[in-house]
């Protein structure tokens, strides 16, 4: 290809971006707001139901210590440890063990959520798991309950016909 028509190949693909609308966002002034609850998986049916996998939400009521969350990750990151909570007196988890995960070594896969039976682990739209330090990683489940609070100076996100944007 000659120099001029190569001018022209870049020229041309440049001016077409010109007429795209802008998907990039000032993060982190600016955010995304994520559709949907976050990956989960409905074991009555034996499907996952398509979701962000983020931060982990896990409800201690559900929970019975049964650890398959646990053995699960244990082939995979070693993220996730069962920790007892002696205070927490939940009727379906008599030893009161709970998983805590450590997201320094977690890799989002989402296995612990197909391998948990009772629904007491799923994963949520929150993206922004960072720390200065690897101890601030560490999940307990008393953390783990707590629903992520919606990021602010969020944006949609739309589908066009050229593609994602945002307003
Ligand atoms: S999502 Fe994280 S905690 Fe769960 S199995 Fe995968 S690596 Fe382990
Ligand atoms: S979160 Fe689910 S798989 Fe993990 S210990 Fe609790 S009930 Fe068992």
């Known amino acids: 290809m000659s120099f001029v028509n190569r001018l022209f190949s870049a020229i041309n693909s440049g001016t077409k971006h ?8 000032r993060y982190p002034d600016q955010k995304f707001i994520l559709e949907g609850e976050g990956y989960q998986y409905d074991p009555k049916n034996g499907v996952g139901i398509a979701g962000y996998r983020g931060r982990h939400i896990l409800y201690l009521e559900r929970c019975t210590g049964c650890s ?8 995979i990151s070693l993220a996730i440890e069962m920790i007892n909570l002696p205070d927490k007196q939940i009727s379906v988890n008599k030893k009161s063990n709970f998983p805590q995960i450590d997201y ?14 009772f629904r ?18 560490l999940f307990t489940p008393e953390q783990l309950a707590v629903p992520p609070k919606k990021p602010k100076g969020t944006h949609d996100l739309k589908y066009g016909s050229r593609g994602a944007y945002h307003a």
């Open 18 to 25: 010109l007429f795209k609308r802008r998907f990039t966002l």
């Open 68 to 75: 398959l969350c646990f053995m699960m990750c244990k082939g």
């Open 104 to 117: 320094s070594k977690c890799v989002y896969c989402g296995f612990c959520v197909d391998a948990c039976p």
């Open 120 to 137: 007491a682990l799923f994963e949520t739209n929150d993206y922004e798991v960072v720390s200065y330090d690897r101890e601030s990683l």
